[in-house]
């Protein structure tokens, strides 16, 4: 006779950063990236931009391809953008930290070669590139061949430009230092270079006229992932934990998370705790149900909250004259003539909001809310 499961903690992580039990709908991304360490120098998935809205899985992603690159014996250096961004990557490759910190070099003066004739005229922290890139040869002359070093900086959009110029062109020089060695490529030390961060920093980076390398990454825009794949995480999590959730239960609260996978983890946290808080073994369809409204609200709060605040007051004004038709769409003429503003004042805030992936356009002058909750939320 099989023993019973005992019951475990819940499983579901509803934590910005923390792995959940199961990354759903990833597969396609973490084989793209496998694939780029395995190949060699050169390989697509060694240079990769990870765009996606607050709560898409961004930085449990970026972990996930850290773990990856780990167990291929890879050393891997991980940021969250921020200034000093590049003197802490140089100090975690266990180099002295830049001789120059803080001057910004004028890109004529030429140094060891690097000049920035082809940085334009912007202002760039070049010691720090030479020094990322030299703290780099070091490190490889104590790694297996065919290793390398992965690079990942979270919330790119926060990132100062010229320490993203520095990085981008440290790891440029890291690649054509390696070409120059007389080892197959096969044997040639890796670099590779994950950016992830909001949707709107992607036109940024890739019209960089000076980043110009990162037109070459291989971009992947997270979107939402797949119901019947929540489905199926939901009941291989809940089972591991040693509750039971049935099908028709599983698909209710995979249909009710949107495959948004933060709301994937709310709901799934919240109807572990309502069937623990029943004294049950059995997650039933009304604890589903309580789960949904808690997601909803927690979901208010985390996510729907801090984006409206973090817009101008026009772009709030736009949105709260759209919330009387909600849940139906909303006229753009009429948000305007409700806001007692002008069409063109209505089409500029419509094209910023869009933008801002807090609206979409449906034609015909028409738009709705792009986040969940958001309706509810501005109605609250
Ligand atoms: N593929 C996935 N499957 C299931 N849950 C996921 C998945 N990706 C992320 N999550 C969960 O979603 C939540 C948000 O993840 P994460 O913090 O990585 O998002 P993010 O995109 O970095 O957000 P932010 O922009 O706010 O930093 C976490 O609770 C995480 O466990
Ligand atoms: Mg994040």
Avoid at 306 to 330: E, I
Avoid at 346 to 363: F, N, Q, T, V
Wanted: include cysteine.
């Amino acid at each position: 006779m099989r023993a019973k499961a005992t019951i475990q903690a819940n499983p579901f992580k509803p934590t910005a950063g923390k792995m959940p039990p199961i990354l759903v709908g990833r597969e396609d991304i973490i084989v793209d990236f496998s694939d780029g360490l395995v190949n060699g120098a050169g390989a697509p998935g060694r240079l990769m931009l990870i765009s996606g809205q607050r709560g898409f899985g961004k930085t449990v992603l970026l972990t996930e391809l850290a773990r990856i690159a780990e167990a291929y014996g890879w050393l891997t250096v991980r940021e969250t953008a921020a200034q000093g961004m590049c003197d802490r990557i140089v100090r975690a490759l266990g180099g002295t930290g830049p001789h120059v910190t803080g001057v910004d070099l004028d890109p004529s003066v030429d140094i060891a070669g690097v000049a920035g004739a082809r940085l334009g005229r912007v202002s760039v922290s070049l010691p720090s590139s030479l020094d990322i890139r030299d703290a780099a040869s070091r490190r490889f002359r104590h790694m297996r061949p065919g290793t390398g070093i992965l690079f990942t900086v979270d919330e790119t959009q926060a990132a100062r430009r010229d320490e993203l110029v520095a990085i981008a062109t440290a790891v440029q020089h890291v690649i054509a230092d390696q070409d120059m060695t007389n080892v197959s490529d096969a044997e040639k030390h890796g670099v590779a270079l994950v950016l992830a961060g909001l949707p709107s920093m992607m036109d940024d980076l890739v019209n960089d006229e000076v980043l110009t390398f990162l037109r070459r990454a291989m971009r992947q825009d997270l979107g939402p992932v797949m119901v019947p794949d929540v489905r199926n995480a939901y009941q291989q999590s809940v089972a591991d934990s040693g509750l039971h959730i049935g099908d028709e239960e599983a698909l209710a609260a995979a249909r009710a998370s949107l495959g948004y996978p933060y709301l994937v983890q709310l709901v799934g946290y919240y109807m572990w705790q309502s069937a623990r808080r029943r004294k049950s073994g059995v997650i039933e369809m009304a604890d589903v149900e309580r789960a949904t409204q808690d997601a909803g609200i927690a979901f208010q709060d985390a996510v729907c909250a801090p984006a409206y605040k973090g817009l101008t007051s026009a772009q709030r004004t736009f949105l709260t004259m759209m919330a009387q038709d909600w849940p139906n769409p909303s006229n753009v003429s009429e948000v305007a003539r409700r806001a007692g503003r002008s069409r063109s004042w209505a089409s500029k805030y419509r094209e910023s909001l869009i933008r801002a992936h807090m609206i979409e356009g449906l034609g015909d002058g028409l738009v709705e809310y792009a986040i969940p909750y958001l309706g509810e939320y501005l109605t609250r």
